[in-house]
């Protein structure tokens, strides 16, 4: 038998993923140089088309030509060895696929460092975890048009499929744009998690309400307009009970996120394009906070503020917080996609930001009904500058913004810490301000480093004595 696809690493998302090809038609080879990981990938897999490679040698000769290799191997150094260690086995038609969540940079270089070779290298950013891996992911593959070609049938096949039956799958761009568009998504998802944990917080310290009555909530908010994976997984975490204690699991959680690097990545690229990403970096930011947790129990006991609790009532309250979610979730959507737009320019990836918004719909974290009205925005104006400014969602903000800005000032009362929402809500703010006070900024800037200024009412650059005498 000619096996249509290897699979090097088989981890839990290696072997979903060669189980998900293999249930849509395709057989897989897998190779993994832990030989119990290829042993148990087998022993699931008992019954079906699959083999399990000993050797990369072995492993070439199963596959059909041009031979299609999926690493799924963790990002860095390991996709660097697992590369070294198939090289020698290669033949120039051959196609590497990078599936891990790799540094976008890297990828560029492996893309090089392929082509030198006359080989085809492929950084295919992959969403959904493991059951997403198992039963249909959102796949963005980035390098040659060609080798796309040649990736069509297996990943159309294997993708998550939206409700209008579309395959979240597309070709994204060259060299590096399918692992920058994978590390924006997860920057947009660290957003996203964030204003959910704030508003969490506003209703469970700040009107009091028990895990029961937060999962009632949130099941009523996936059925309207805030729908999506996270939204529906939050209702589901707040009915988990601990079978030891009776308490709600969530309940005993320690509050220390931790992270895998691709926000902070994604806050890092922001900065050197200079895109303002202001809730991303929030929810980055509040990860890292977390994880001073001595600290802060140490600083409970001596800085002071007030005690949360408020006499609004409750529904009403419930309310504006759904609102003021909606409004900073739009928010954070339009700082991602308008961070895609300016990476497109900067490194020519010549994104479609319509058709990644279309593939984000299933199968991915961050899937939301909000993405096909973000479609639908880059349908009607495909060069939209700021998803803020169609009008659909220009309407939605104003008609969400007295909550929002009630909801934030109410947190700010009672010292509930809602930095995702404060800083979507400036950053709203400041992209509507004809007229910012970064005039003083550069006016000190040529008073101490004569960096000199432009000026509002004549063509040219200036500079200014600042003080008498000099």
């Known amino acids: 038998m000619n096996y249509k696809i290897g699979v090097v690493g088989l981890g839990v998302m290696g072997r979903n993923l060669a189980l998900n090809m293999e249930r849509n038609g395709f057989p897989v080879a897998g190779y993994d140089l832990d030989a119990q990981k290829t042993n148990a990938w087998l022993a699931e897999s008992t019954g079906k088309a699959v083999l399990g490679a000993k050797t990369p040698d072995e492993l070439m000769s199963a596959l059909e030509e041009p031979r299609r290799l999926l690493l799924m191997v963790p990002a860095g150094a390991a ?71 040649a990736l069509t049938p297996i990943f159309t096949a294997i993708a998550a499929k939206a409700e209008d039956g579309e395959p979240c799958v597309t070709y994204i761009g060259p060299r590096g744009a399918g692992h920058y568009v994978k590390m924006v998504h997860n920057g947009i998802e660290y957003g996203d998690m964030q204003l959910i944990a704030e508003a969490y917080d506003l209703l469970h310290r700040g009107l009091g309400l028990d895990a029961p009555t937060l999962s009632r909530i949130f099941s009523t908010w996936n059925e309207g307009r805030l729908k999506s994976y996270l939204i529906e997984i939050t209702a589901n975490i707040f009915k988990k009970v601990d079978g030891a204690t009776g308490l709600p699991v969530v309940d005993l959680i320690l509050d220390e996120a931790q ?190 480093g004569a960096h000199t200024y432009r000026r509002m009412d004549r063509d040219g650059v200036f500079h200014t004595q600042w003080e008498q005498g000099k």
């Open 79 to 149: 996709v660097d060895s697992a590369i070294a260690h198939l090289l020698p086995y290669l033949k120039p038609s051959d196609i590497v696929i990078d599936g891990g969540n790799s540094h976008f940079m890297d990828t560029e270089r492996r893309v090089k460092e392929f082509e030198a070779r006359g080989m085809r290298f492929v950084g295919a950013g992959i969403s959904g975890g493991e059951e997403g891996a198992k039963w249909g992911p959102a796949i963005m593959p980035g390098g040659s048009p060609e080798s796309w070609l």
């Open 259 to 448: 992270q895998k690097g691709t926000g902070k990545w994604t806050s890092q690229n922001a900065l050197d394009i200079g895109a303002p990403i202001p809730t991303i970096n929030a929810g980055l930011v509040s990860r890292i906070i977390s994880a001073v947790k001595s600290e802060r129990v140490a600083a409970a006991k001596i800085l002071s503020g007030p005690v949360p609790g408020m006499n609004d009532d409750p529904a009403d309250f419930i309310d504006a917080v759904e609102h003021a979610l909606y409004a900073s979730k739009i928010t954070s959507y339009a700082q991602g996609l308008a961070m895609m737009k300016m990476a497109s320019t900067e490194y020519g990836y010549e994104l479609n930001l319509c058709e990644i918004a279309k593939i984000w719909r299933a199968g991915c974290v961050i899937r939301a009904s909000l993405l096909g009205d973000i479609m639908a925005a880059f349908e009607r104006n495909p060069q939209l500058v700021n998803l803020m400014l169609d009008p659909f969602f220009h309407q939605a903000l104003d008609a969400c913004q007295a909550d929002w800005r009630r909801v934030i000032q109410t947190a700010v009362g009672m010292g509930i810490p809602v930095p995702a929402m404060s800083e979507s809500l400036a950053y709203y703010d400041a992209y509507r301000s004809e007229r910012l006070p970064a005039n003083l900024t550069q006016a000190q800037r040529d008073y101490f």
